[in-house]
């Protein structure tokens, strides 16, 4: 009998735990960058959403020439509230040479991961690379993730958290400083980006809101910040002010897809780049490589509207914005990265596949699955039906066959 490992979400939080968060984070940024060098071999397409008035129902696939996989993901903004994840997810690889299932996991806790590695991996590319501070506006699920995403990446030190709800606030600041980081809760989205290095975005609300403005990241942030908006994932809904993307230098995971769902939305004609021309040196990421004069956290304690100068002789005002939108190659490349890590006695094993012992008899494992209870249930019924005793022929022959 052919079965399936399935890893169950205690399960994955073991993993994870026993791991450790930053370090598989790492691990799969690169992971991650292995599978875009190779982009042009995978097979892709957008995502296939149903949307509702509740949210949102997804189906992401891809596959290279030996193993498919898939991800099934939903995304509603009010579950909370209702007393229900945003996001929950489960995902499965299949070998593409038979389709039989060979691996199933769940995805709530592995796409928080592969979020923030794609985060990360971006951030590595494009953001300053004496970036220590991160301001995150929301401080939802993805938060801690993101944070350890940076420091794996970039040596994030200290953030800035800002969420309109401040019990998300005060749970991100607990679990980020029990994480190391130096933390202030910011009073504002203005005060969170004051000082900034890198900006993530990361809100729920299914509108097009704007929660990031141009004078915010070219006034407040300190010069040359790099922007990782996450929060805008579907038609109507964004984040940032449309003027940030004109002004920036903008990236994003597979347009087909981001065209329709993530912050370009805003602007259908705007120039981008995907994230595997840049990790395979195609196009260029962030073009400014000096470092900046101030230290590690450097304003981090600042005031709203305060700032450090503009380095005029390094041209220090590149700004970067990283559009994600989650695409299911990152899915496929944590599923694969997982399956061959976890230890044995962490899965479970499913019996998904039917393999009768003559393959083209698939009724088989019907008629030998019932066996004395299936005689018992037929005698029972005939009891009922007023047929015991009378002649079956056609009971009769099969149990003669």
Request: overall charge negative; charged content about 25%.
């Amino acid at each position: 009998m052919t079965t399936v490992g399935f890893l169950d979400v205690a399960a994955t939080a073991r993993w994870i735990a026993q791991r450790g968060p930053e370090a598989v984070i790492g691990r799969l940024i690169d992971a991650l960058a292995d599978d875009l060098a190779r982009w042009e071999e995978l097979d892709k397409r957008p995502r296939i959403a149903t949307h509702s008035r509740d949210g949102v129902i997804e189906l992401m696939p891809t596959a290279d020439d030996a193993t498919y996989g898939f991800k099934f993901v939903n995304g509603h903004p009010s579950n909370p509230a209702r007393g229900f994840q945003t996001v929950t997810a489960f995902g499965v690889l299949a070998d593409v040479h038979n389709g039989y299932p060979t691996f199933l996991a769940e995805m709530t806790l592995l796409t928080a991961l592969r979020t923030a590695a794609t985060s990360a991996l971006a951030a590595r590319h494009l953001a300053r690379q004496d970036s220590r501070t991160l301001a995150l506006i929301g401080c939802g699920s993805q938060s801690e993730f993101q944070a350890l995403g940076m420091r794996a990446a970039l040596g994030v030190t200290h953030l800035r958290a800002w969420d309109t709800d401040p019990a998300a606030r005060a749970k991100l600041a607990r679990n980020a400083r029990a994480l190391g980081f130096e933390v202030h809760e910011a009073t504002s989205g203005d005060d969170a980006v004051t000082g900034a290095d890198i900006i993530t975005t990361c809100t729920a609300d299914k509108a097009n809101a704007t929660v990031l403005t141009l004078e915010m990241v070219t006034e407040l942030a300190h010069p040359g910040v790099h922007v990782n908006a996450i929060g805008g994932d579907c038609p109507g809904k964004t984040e940032l002010d449309p003027r940030i993307l004109h002004a920036a230098d903008v990236v994003v995971e597979y347009e087909p897809q981001t065209r329709i769902e993530g912050e370009i939305q805003q602007t259908p004609d705007l120039a981008v780049t995907e994230l595997w021309e840049i990790v395979t040196g195609r196009r260029p990421g962030r073009r400014e490589t000096v470092r900046a004069p101030q230290g590690a956290g450097e304003s981090f304690e600042r005031g709203v509207g305060e700032r450090s100068p503009l380095d005029a002789t390094t041209g220090r005002t590149q700004v970067t914005v990283f559009d994600s939108v989650g695409f299911a190659v990152e899915d496929w490349t944590v599923l694969r990265l997982v399956r061959d890590d976890v230890p044995a006695e962490l899965l479970a094993h499913l019996d998904l596949i039917a393999e009768p012992a003559d393959p083209k008899d698939l009724f088989s494992l019907v008629r030998d699955a019932g066996g004395a209870d299936a005689d018992a249930v037929r005698h029972s019924l005939d009891r009922l039906m007023g047929l015991e005793g009378r002649t079956r022929p056609h009971a009769r022959e099969s149990a003669i066959a």
